[in-house]
């Protein structure tokens, strides 16, 4: 049976193991040929359990071969596939501030890794999967790919990211103009807390079409309320009023007059 591929790097230790079953009896001998070349490398009576290290990239087959105490053989294999050591700066959370940036010594900050690199004349940074609490600064000619594998280094799959929590600090790709990939990164902004101020997740200012995102996700908060606005201007005086209507005495209408009398002209 060929067991699906594995993946190693050269010039890394690669684990090992195996189980194996006798429904009448036991399994008395574990063996291993790394390279499928005749040769087994590795033997022991009670486990499968060992590593190996490929010194060259290729494609190999590694064969286990299990021997009962009746002497019955059980064989199984397994490719493994081993890739170059990228040159790059490694990053990763269960890292430390002062290791070297090599994947088995990762740094654990991604503005460690920047620097780093540019410290080692390195372009690319790799950044496992996880939660990174920080704001970077991207250089120029720096790429920086996120959402690896933590153990293995294997590159991510769709919809894998490390995470960014940039806080209300935005990271910032500020004057990049030499061929610049951020890929595989997840920013994510807090919401703003001061009136009027903004949530932005990342900032790029004086960078050309060199910086590229790729697989990348911004998240950005909600913004802060508006700010109170000022009192208006006085409005313009208002226009003459109309003219009274006629008085009235004592609030009480005045009264018809009498008859008049009757005479006869001389």
């Avoid at 209300?168 to 919401?191: R, Y």
């Avoid at 009274?244 to 001389?266: E, F, L, M, T």
Wanted: proline residues 7%; contains cysteine.
């Amino acid at each position: 049976t060929i067991l699906p591929p594995v993946a190693a790097f050269e010039g890394v230790p690669v684990d090992f193991d195996g189980t194996a079953t006798d429904k009448d009896g036991s399994v008395v001998l574990y063996e291993w040929d790394f390279e499928d070349d005749g040769t087994w490398d590795f033997s022991s009576g009670s486990s499968a359990m060992t590593t190996h290290l490929y010194p060259a990239a290729g494609t190999y087959v590694a064969k286990l071969r299990v021997t009962d105490d009746d002497g019955a053989i059980g064989l199984d294999a397994v490719t493994v596939e081993v890739v170059s050591v990228p040159d790059a700066i490694f990053v990763s959370t269960t890292g430390g501030a002062a290791n070297p940036g090599t994947f088995l010594l990762p740094l654990n900050t991604i503005a460690g890794g920047i620097a780093q690199a540019g410290v080692a004349g390195k372009d690319l940074v790799i950044v496992a999967t996880g939660t990174y609490n920080e704001s970077p600064a991207f250089a120029d000619g720096i790429s920086v790919e996120g959402g690896y594998d933590p153990v293995t280094w294997s590159p991510p799959d769709p919809g894998e990211y490390a995470s960014v929590l940039v806080g209300l600090n935005p990271a910032n790709a500020t004057g990049i103009s030499t061929s610049t990939t951020l890929s595989g990164l997840e920013f994510v902004a807090t919401s703003a807390t001061g009136s009027g101020t903004n949530s932005i997740a990342l900032i790029s200012t004086n960078s050309t079409s060199s910086l590229q995102f790729t697989a990348c996700r911004f998240e950005a908060g909600n913004g802060g309320g508006g700010i109170i606005g000022t009192d208006g201007f006085d409005g313009p005086n208002g226009s003459a009023g109309l003219n009274g209507g006629p008085g009235q005495c004592d609030s009480n209408p005045p009264g018809s007059g009498g008859a008049g009398g009757s005479g006869v002209c001389p």
